[in-house]
């Protein structure tokens, strides 16, 4: 509601209607949001959500069942990849963000696997590291030239280079006391960030086009502070945490 709000008034978004908007709320899917409320950013939570739902299935079921249920995964990949359809318009419609799930669960099961079976040496951290850059300007180079194939492999690769990398160095985080602020306001950072990130966004654009690397690491340290500061600010006051946070 309080996204739907933000875009009537500051974007003059019209109101699509309730059959819309509830449509949106219960499927969860990035386009139906961004159709009804302006912001597709949400979509995390319910995929969130459903995702965790179908990692306890995943462990709870038998081997012959986990096999069917990873390749069903692998699957729907596989068909995005081929058909260049959007996992966005191909589950759409689907309560529950529910394709979305199916979509992040290997990506999460293989890391897991992977962090169970690699010994984090200090070269594996540095090895970790090295690779993740890499494969960061590998990315690169696929968005520049618009390399289809190149960025969908990336979609699956990316997250979990990054999540064992993040992993091989945890001990390492654990320590920082300004990880660990932003880490227990983590789900109100993430609901202001991308709202903050899009304005600053807008005005970068609008003064500098195209805008330039400096631009954006300005951009996204003023996003933390601002989205600390409005995460911070909303907890702290009894109602504004009941209304936003309930």
């Known amino acids: ?28 899917s990035d386009k139906l949001l961004d159709e009804n409320i302006g912001l597709n950013f949400p979509w995390f939570l319910p995929a969130m959500f459903m995702l965790l739902l179908l990692k306890d299935f995943y462990y709870s079921i038998n081997k012959r069942l986990k096999k069917s249920f990873v390749v069903t995964c692998v699957f729907l990949w596989i068909v995005v990849i081929v058909t260049g359809i959007k996992f966005s318009t191909l589950g759409s419609y689907i309560p529950f963000a529910f394709v979305p799930a199916l979509r992040l669960l ?22 970790f590291a090295i690779v993740f850059t890499l494969l960061s300007i590998l990315l690169w180079y696929f968005y520049c030239y618009d390399i289809r ?7 699956f690769v990316m997250p979990i280079s990054a999540f064992l990398l993040l992993l091989s160095i945890k001990d390492y985080l654990a320590k920082s006391r300004l990880l660990i602020a932003f880490g227990k306001m983590s789900l109100q950072i993430y609901l202001y960030h991308v709202i903050v990130f899009n304005g600053l966004l807008l005005i970068v654009k609008y003064f500098h086009c195209p805008p330039m690397w400096m631009d ?17 600010f909303t907890t702290k006051i009894p109602f ?6 309930p």
């Open 240 to 245: 504004l945490q009941k209304l936003f946070y």
């Open 1 to 28: 509601m309080t996204c739907m709000m933000l875009s009537f008034v500051v974007m003059g978004m019209p109101f699509n209607g309730w059959q819309g908007l509830v449509q949106a709320v219960i499927c969860g």
């Open 106 to 127: 290997p990506m999460c099961l293989l890391t897991f696997w992977l962090f169970g079976k690699v010994n984090f040496t200090v070269q594996i951290r540095w090895l």
């Open 216 to 232: 954006g690491v300005v951009v996204l340290f003023i996003t933390f502070i601002m989205s600390y500061l409005g995460a911070w």
């Open 149 to 155: 194939l190149g960025r969908m492999v990336f979609y």
